[in-house]
């Protein structure tokens, strides 16, 4: 197996084979149709398709499903990995009378299938058969947990003043059962069934101690259906996520992570080396946006729909020149224009981490579709990130017109787990 660092994340390109041919994994199905659970059990003590010491006759995986990321890493998987196919993210609340041991212990089981799953391997329990066939994916799962979490464990002590309630902002709309919850998890991964088969190992896995509050559901470009790694586009087409801090930036970390060991109580240092997720399902009123011309679109953000450039010109990494004007006098990206008033220098240096899945949940009863922006951003204090830029675009921002704000939760992701250890543990045993 060989192992290449990106950014934070070691993504390590399995070297594992498949098990068998595909006659063979087509007679595994003929016989799970018949026989059911049992021999799910029995085929994947043999080693499942793709595990490690699959021995003879194997077809390698391709790069997309032998693509494994690293549970065990200073980070957490799922932040700065590059954006995956699909995904889910939910959040649960603990059941009535599940306090700090049934929350330790659903971290427990929660890593253990985490750390499985990512690896290829089969769940740790009655394993449904769902990934069966497929690598790793690059199956990403995070963990993180919300203000709730703390009064019922009993840890509000320890509750960071960075996870307070973000403000309201006037544009908001907001769902209270689809916001915030006890534990939240975002699962990411580059095959639909590998994503669908960690979900329900995790939902199964969650048993009595907690229940599933809110679930969504969302997608990313494909690997591979472009001729070459691009910037994602988003459901109204434009280039998003060009301005993104990059982990090879200086203040990278600093902007994204809680640094380990800072200053800070100290009843607090389990959360160095984590970041804080802010969560936001925002519906793109398509209809209304799809009647805006070529050039009106481009207004909203400032930018070309076709390359990301600013529009002033230059390709998409090159500089937007916000003093610049027009002809007319005025500037040419816009004073409204989503970009200008979200750049960290009309923001006092606020950054964060945008790293969204879009979603389609069909259409409307009126007609429109359902379908938007799982926005998720991380940072490493929503005070300097999230909360001032929001404020800032909830003021004026033209794109306001045009989606809408349906959901919100903000949630403390520990640091990734040290050999042995689950995530949290050293909030929940600290
Ligand atoms: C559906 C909602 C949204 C859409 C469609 C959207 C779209 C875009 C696009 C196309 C860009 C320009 C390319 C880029 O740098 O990524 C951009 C930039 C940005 N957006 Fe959004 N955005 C949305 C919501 C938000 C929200 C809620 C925030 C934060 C509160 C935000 C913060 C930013 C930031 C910080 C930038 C980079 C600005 C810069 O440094 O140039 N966006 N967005």
Known sequence: MTSVTESNTDIAISRRKLLGTVGAAGATGLALGGTGGALVQSALAEGPPGAAGASS?????????ATQVAFHADRQAGITTPLQAKGHVLAFDLAPGAGRKEAAALMRRWSDTARRLMAGETAPTADTGI?????????????????????RTGLADRRPTALDPLPEFSADRLDPQRSNGDLWVQIGADDGLVAFHALRSLQKDAGEAARVRWQMNGFNRSPGATAAPMTARNLMGQVDGTNNPK???????????????????????WMGGGS????????????????????????????TKATGAPLTGGTETSRMELDKLGPDGKPVIPANAHARIS????????????????????????????AGLLFICWQAD???GFVPVQRKLDRGD?????????SSGLYAVPPGPRAGEYVGQRLLEG
């Open 382 to 384: 929503p005070l300097r």
């Open 343 to 370: 750049a960290p220098e009309q923001n006092g240096g606020a950054a964060m981490l945008r790293r969204p899945f879009s979603f389609h949940d069909g259409i409307s009863a009126d007609g429109a579709p359902d």
């Open 276 to 303: 804080y997720a802010v969560v936001r399902r925002i519906r793109m009123l398509l209809d209304e946006w799809d009647k805006r011309s070529l050039a009106q679109q481009e207004q909203v953000i400032g930018r």
């Open 131 to 151: 990934a069966l066939d497929a690598g790793p994916s690059s199956l990403t799962v995070t963990f993180g947990f919300g203000h709730s979490f703390f009064e």
């Open 57 to 65: 006759g194997g077809t390698r995986l391709s790069a997309v499903g």
């Open 247 to 269: 982990p090879s930036q200086p203040d990278f970390d600093k902007r994204i992570f809680v640094p380990a060991g800072g200053p800070g109580p100290a009843e607090h240092a």
């Open 398 to 406: 033209a794109l306001s017109e045009f989606i809408r704000h349906e």
